[in-house]
């Protein structure tokens, strides 16, 4: 009988269909950018705020539902977040001021953190093998892009069915009928009693606090939010209204892509499909080289991917390729991120450094999303915020070189 470690356990394939459901969701926002503006007549900035907003929550919470996932189990964190989630998507179904969806958007920010990486990685890390966790990270990595494949195109095609307000119910729907595969999900590990996982969980904080490298993996996870959320938020209505014509005969035309508003969603698509190949090999290539140079290789990609896009004029067949190259190097990072904490200060509380980690990524998502609807409705252009992720991402390409790849004394312990 064989004794090689099983690779998709039960955690495993809970845990993707949690982030695939939640990351569907999440993907599908920049999709109602025009629909709701256009139904209150708001500037392109409101409903961005909104999505900013959303991002730096995510981005505070994470760190936080990872610690209570640590202190009081998973599956309550896990709940919490899909019930807040869905509480953030129904609220702001009836919301009809912008201060009201900027303040609902937190609550879906905050319900994302509590069924995204930070949770869920942590749980998948401590149920996988040495052998297998790089792998089993990437492929709770992938799901993430494997939602995002049908998110926006789901959100697209209902709102040819129904108002923008409906498809928020549908999707606060669908975030909690996840609940029902949580039974399936097991912690791997039996809880500390509350004074050890405060000494060790505060051990662990004070090393990485003194670890220039922590803060180095800091700052460099920045661009990787910038410009992800960027592109969520912004690029269905970038290409909707810079892109050029979708020739009537054409290839696009003749499967159903008739409108730069349809190739925008189907772009979101094809980014998450494409990664799902890029968060698997980066998670392959993990096991066997420093993952420090992977990053530092994967920022540089994206650097040169998204310099060449802006500088050509923009057409469907330029906006198919940076779909797929730019998603080949999508969530690659995520894998590589997190399997970099976990090697250097172990496992047991790699959920809540993740998550603090995860905040500067949420930080960049924030001025991402903010900035594109602000410079758009000043300079009725996204160019400028356009370089600028491609400055910070040539940024995070370097500052991931002094990193130090080595497991420190405490994190041998854990």
Not at 78 to 93: D, E, N, R, T
Request: proline share 5%; hydrophobic share 55%; with cysteine.
């Amino acid at each position: 009988m064989s004794t090689t470690p099983r690779l998709f356990t039960p955690v495993l394939i809970v845990g993707c269909a949690i982030i695939l459901v939640s990351f569907a969701i999440r993907a599908s926002f920049g999709v109602f950018q025009i629909p709701i503006a256009e139904d209150f007549g708001w500037l392109r900035a409101e409903f961005s705020l909104a999505i900013a907003l959303q991002n730096l929550a995510w981005g505070i919470g994470q760190p936080l539902f990872a610690a209570f996932a640590e202190k009081l189990g998973d599956r309550v964190a896990i709940i919490l977040g899909a019930v807040i989630y869905a509480a953030g998507l129904v609220l702001s179904s009836v919301a009809v001021t912008p201060e009201a969806h900027q303040m609902l958007e937190i609550l879906v920010g905050f319900g994302i953190a509590g069924t995204g990486f930070g949770v869920i990685l942590a749980v998948v890390g401590r149920a996988s093998s040495d052998a297998n966790r790089s792998m089993s990270l990437a492929i709770a990595t992938a799901a993430g892009s494997a939602g995002q494949v049908f998110g926006a195109p789901l959100a697209e095609f209902l709102l040819t069915q129904m108002a923008w307000q409906q498809v928020f119910l549908t999707f606060a729907a669908m975030i909690l009928g996840v609940l029902l595969l949580l039974p399936f999900m097991r912690s791997p590990t039996p809880p500390a009693t509350k004074a050890e996982l405060e000494e060790s969980m505060g051990q662990i904080l004070l090393k990485a606090a003194r670890d220039p490298s922590f803060a180095l993996i800091f700052l460099g996870f920045f661009s990787c939010g910038y410009q992800l959320a960027f592109i969520t938020a912004h690029f269905p209505a970038f290409v909707t209204e810079m892109c050029g014509p979708i020739l009537p005969g054409g290839v696009l035309h003749n499967i159903g892509i008739t409108t730069t508003s349809a190739l925008g969603a189907v772009a979101i698509s094809l980014i998450g499909l494409a990664n799902i190949c890029g968060t698997l090999l980066a998670g392959w290539l993990g096991n066997r080289f420093q993952r420090k140079y992977l990053l530092a290789g994967i920022y540089t990609l994206r650097t040169i991917v998204a310099a060449a896009f802006i500088l050509y004029p923009m057409t469907p067949a330029t906006v198919l390729i940076f779909s797929v190259l730019m998603g080949g190097l999508w969530l690659a990072t995520v894998p590589l991120t997190s399997g970099l904490i976990a090697h250097i200060y172990g496992l047991r509380y790699m959920g809540t450094l993740y998550g603090i980690v995860f905040f500067s990524h949420q930080l960049g998502g924030f001025l991402g999303v903010w900035l594109g609807g602000r410079m758009y409705d000043v300079y009725g252009s996204y160019d400028l915020v356009w370089w600028f992720g491609v400055g910070v991402g040539a940024f995070s390409a370097l500052v991931h070189l002094p990193v130090r790849e080595r497991r420190g004394p405490v994190a041998a312990a854990a």
